[in-house]
């Protein structure tokens, strides 16, 4: 299994719409999660990150980690065509280690 | 803003070629880092390097090496090429150490071993 896994998509969406994307980790240990944005022919940039349970909101995105379930979330408000992207997550395995664990990417288009 | 600067965005490569892709940060960054990115398997840790000539091993080492020989520079080596290492490269890097420390990526480089 995996340490972070993720629905690969593609997910389509009309602009304006709620978009929900997920991932579940196998593994308690160390609970730093990142969410990174991809877009097309670039590399990944960070969009958010979040630490232990809870959520963090930050314009129209908000990240979410459920520990009891082990599933980290991102919700984007009013999607744009602009967040058309491969959306990333990630996290850390434990306190030494300096390299993120990344899930596989769910790609989103958002249609006009 | 960080920039990280991978030398070539595209490359094609002959089975069994020495390949050398290079990364730069401007950053003064102490962590660098190369991954792999396929379809379906996502981002997938090579190496990485905390210090000048400081190398670690990451997920999937076989069939690579770093050199680290400048704090700036990154680079990854592919002793002999061989077509299932056709994959996209990334290079990050990273300024201070554990979790406060985002990676910040290169655009990558596209290689294609034929």
């Known amino acids: 299994q995996k340490e972070v896994e993720q629905d690969p998509g593609p997910l389509s969406v009309p602009e304006g719409a709620i978009v929900s994307l997920n991932c579940t980790y196998s593994?308690?240990?160390?609970?730093?999660f990142m969410w990174y944005r991809q877009y097309s022919r670039k590399g990944p940039e960070l969009l958010m990150y979040?630490?232990?349970?809870g959520n963090k909101e930050d314009g129209r995105f908000t990240a979410q980690v459920d520990k009891s379930s082990k599933y980290i979330s991102l919700f984007i408000r009013d999607s744009q065509p602009s967040d058309s992207a491969t959306y990333l997550c990630?996290?850390?395995?434990?306190?030494?280690?300096?390299?993120?664990?990344f899930g596989s990417g769910t790609r989103l288009q958002v249609q006009p | 803003d960080v920039k990280v600067t991978q030398s070539s965005r595209y490359l094609v490569k002959r089975t069994g070629e020495k390949v050398f892709l290079e990364c730069v940060q401007d950053?003064?960054?102490?962590?660098m880092f190369w991954y792999r990115q396929d379809p379906g398997l996502g981002l997938r840790l090579i190496y990485f390097s905390y210090d000048v000539k400081m190398k670690e091993k990451g997920d999937i080492p076989e069939g690579y090496s770093v050199s680290r020989e400048k704090k700036e520079r990154f680079s990854l080596i592919l002793e002999s090429a061989s077509t299932n290492q056709t994959s996209m490269y990334l290079c990050?890097?990273?300024?201070?150490?554990?979790?406060?420390?985002?990676?910040?990526f290169g655009n990558g480089t596209r290689l294609t071993v034929t």
């Open positions: 950053m003064d960054h102490e962590n």
């Open positions: 979040t630490y232990s349970s």
């Open positions: 593994n308690s240990a160390f609970q730093y």
């Open positions: 990630a996290r850390y395995m434990d306190t030494g280690r300096r390299a993120l664990t």
């Open positions: 990050a890097s990273s300024g201070l150490t554990g979790v406060n420390s985002p990676l910040h």
